[in-house]
């Protein structure tokens, strides 16, 4: 069964640079959702969409903007970039609001230095 | 506010042993309980779900009942595997006042790590 994708799978920036991540939902899921993972930490839920529009706003720093497109899929945007950034980033998709399972993708490993 | 507790790690088991993980939670609703398991380098994977109070979710030998009374949704697993060896998160969709969609908080994270 296809999953969630997203690219690219690590990134390296440097500190001040931009990056952009992109996630593509499970086929016919509307609703995306993004989390950071810092090292040894728990996810942390940043944004979610629900049929393009935000539906919810976790920690996410105003540095980072993002959108989800006509086709579902999702970019993550993230200017001034800070060492403390590096995380592992994961999107995740599901099939309406009120269907409550999330399926994750692999996650993007983003290394500022 | 709404919150969860897992138990701490990381655990080192035998094979064949018993598995616990504790996780508790704080609610003002009535949330729908997530158990999602990560293997080295890979994303996370839904491992089992209950959604209202006395559901018992299983998936692969794994076992959580969802206990209202004591606000837990504990992990449990009668004979772990090798192959079991990996981080497991207890995580919690809390629902307040219908002004959260969906966005899930996840526990500490709890390593597991079973030896031959």
């Known amino acids: 069964a296809a999953g969630v994708i997203q690219s690219p799978r690590h990134l390296i920036k440097e500190k001040r640079e931009t990056a952009t991540l992109k996630c593509y939902p499970i086929p016919r899921h509307d609703t995306v959702y993004w989390y950071q993972q810092g090292p040894g930490q728990d996810p942390q839920f940043l944004i979610s969409f629900y049929e393009k529009m935000q539906s919810d706003k976790g920690s996410i720093p105003d540095r980072f903007s993002a959108q989800q497109f006509s086709d579902y899929h999702s970019e993550l945007n993230m200017s001034s970039l800070e060492l403390g950034d590096s995380a592992l980033y994961f999107c995740?998709?599901?099939?309406?609001?009120?269907?409550?399972?999330?399926?994750f993708g692999p996650g993007t490993r983003l290394t500022v230095t | 506010g709404d919150s969860v507790t897992q138990m701490e790690g990381p655990v080192t088991l035998s094979e064949e042993a018993f598995l616990t993980i504790n996780c508790t939670y704080t609610a003002t609703g009535y949330p729908s309980l997530f158990w999602y398991v990560q293997y080295p380098g890979e994303g996370l994977q839904l491992l089992l779900k209950a959604t209202k109070a006395d559901d018992k979710g299983s998936n692969k030998g794994f076992e959580a009942t969802y206990r209202k009374e004591t606000t837990s949704f504990h992990l449990e697993k009668g004979s772990v595997q090798v192959s079991d060896s990996a981080v497991y998160f207890c995580?919690?969709?809390?629902?307040?006042?219908?002004?959260?969609?969906?966005?899930?908080?996840f526990g500490q994270g709890t390593i597991l790590t079973v030896h031959p």
């Open positions: 995580a919690p969709l809390f629902n307040a006042g219908g002004t959260s969609y969906g966005k899930l908080t």
């Open positions: 995740a998709s599901s099939l309406g609001l009120t269907n409550r399972e999330q399926y």
